[in-house]
């Protein structure tokens, strides 16, 4: 699944974590852009995930903020629990900031809700911990509406699927409000 995300990924709340796997074989790809730093939170972010199997993926993204940090993640996603209207997985990796900081995103929950063949909401709720200190830096929590785009979806079988989320997250770092919910919104493709 190639996924164009919705989130603020780099203070650990990210579109991209909804609780759906990728699928054998396959690729997701999230970007989230921030024209010209207009959004004082925002970032620009890209998530790459590979479907190792239809349960497992690999995930790793890179996002650059508009205060100048960068931040990079490598992580392993599980989705434990697959039915026609919930899909449940959890995930573990290990962010590097540009500061040379490493945080641990454990334990993590993602779930995804389908609504329909066009609509789902998902999102995660994961804890951020400071890996030299253990240091629970707090959680963060996103929820995000997709909207499925067919008329991104090609026909020549590249692209498999591709959606459009709007939604909401809390943060867990120290740089932004923790009680405050902020914006995102993601492309999301699957090839």
Not at 26 to 34: A, H, P, Y
Not at 121 to 131: F, H
């Amino acid at each position: 699944m190639f996924n164009l995300f919705l989130a603020e990924q780099v203070f650990a709340s990210g579109a991209y974590d909804k609780g759906t796997a990728t699928g054998k074989g396959r690729f997701e790809l999230s970007i989230t852009i921030n024209p010209l730093g207009i959004v004082p939170y925002g970032q620009n972010y890209a998530v790459l995930s590979y479907g190792i199997n239809n349960k497992i993926d690999l995930v790793t993204y890179y996002s650059s903020h508009r205060n100048g940090t960068e931040s990079q993640y490598l992580g392993a996603f599980y989705q434990f629990y697959d039915s026609k209207k919930l899909d449940l997985a959890t995930a573990f990796g290990i962010r590097n900031k540009n500061q040379g900081k490493f945080d641990i995103f454990a334990p993590q929950l993602l779930y995804n809700y389908h609504f329909s063949n066009d609509y789902s909401i998902g999102g995660s709720v994961v804890s951020v911990i400071e890996n030299k200190s253990y240091k629970n830096k707090g959680t963060a929590v996103d929820i995000t509406l997709y909207k499925k785009i067919n008329s991104l979806i090609n026909h020549n079988n590249i692209i498999k699927d591709a959606y459009i989320g709007f939604g909401v997250f809390k943060n867990s770092n120290r740089e932004l409000k923790k009680d405050k919910l902020y914006l995102h919104y993601s492309i999301d493709f699957i090839f």
